[in-house]
């Protein structure tokens, strides 16, 4: 899972219930998004950019303790590069996996 690598990554010392509880968040994170946020041509509007942002954020907001402020804001934004990246929109994706 994609999203887990990137919130996991480059080094954090979880225990194995704090990564299963990391792996939920992304899991769930990433289903919201698909269902809610990720419009068509949603990274040409300010607003729907804004409204993707917000849910990463809202999302990632139970994360566990050894997400400091400064690592849980490098993660948002890690997060959001991400999605900006290789959701051009749920739909597209969608397509794009089954091919």
Known sequence: MALFDVL????????????????Q???TLLDT?????????WRKKQQARASV???????LTELP??????????KLG???QHIYEHYASAT???????A
């Open 92 to 98: 597209q994706h969608t397509y794009a996996q089954a």
């Open 53 to 59: 942002q917000v849910a990463i954020e809202e999302g």
């Open 78 to 80: 890690a997060v959001y």
């Open 8 to 23: 996991t990554q480059p080094d954090i010392t979880l225990s194995k219930a704090e990564q299963a509880q990391v792996k």
């Open 33 to 41: 998004l698909k269902r809610e946020r990720l419009v068509l041509d």
């Open 65 to 74: 303790d050894a997400y400091d402020t400064a690592f849980f804001q490098q």
């Open 25 to 27: 968040i992304a899991r």
